[in-house]
């Protein structure tokens, strides 16, 4: 059974410090996470307040536990797009090791990958995070499609600054914590 547990301004400079590290959207998201809103970690039933704010350390829960945690948390909110920001990954990597998936696109410095609401399953979610090389995952929920011309996908290429836009329509953040055994999540107040 997992609990979503309130780590408050604890948990808001855990994400704040670690969207600082990253470039492109995941810096703008620094922003969102600075307004009001819920900030928590879904946890096992029995976790305890201070062990909950011991972001770093795993032996919590599992990934797979994380991950079927993700996939409610998305499918309980309106449509939209989950975007995972490879925060390791350059452009170039993608010549190397091409991706799986075709849900993806870069802005000329950064690697996205995506995936809309319709077409949300448990093994895509699975699928769509093993695409990600970076041990920290950043990950964000905005409330549309991201709307990309048939070139943009054929060439999964986006103008820079492509998603710098989205901040104001993000419905949640999620960075990986507990050694990727869950999540610090930020959701606006309803």
Known sequence: ???????????????????RQCKGAALHLVEVVSKPGRIFAPLP???TEDRAL????????SQSDALNWLFSNLTSKRDGTLILQDVWSQPSDLEVR???LESYVTDGSQVY?????FSLSPDKLIDLHKQVSSFQVIGFYVAHSLNLTFEQRRHHRVPAGY????????????VSAYDQE????WQPVQ
């Open 1 to 19: 059974m997992v609990a979503e547990i309130s780590v408050g301004d604890a948990g808001r400079n855990y994400m704040q410090g670690v969207l």
């Open 45 to 47: 039933l029995e976790t």
């Open 54 to 61: 011991q972001f770093g350390l795993g032996g919590l829960s």
């Open 98 to 100: 091409r991706p799986v």
């Open 113 to 117: 990958y995506y995936l809309p609401s």
């Open 163 to 174: 998603f710098d836009h989205l901040a104001p329509s993000t419905m949640a953040v999620y």
């Open 182 to 185: 869950s999540w610090v999540v």
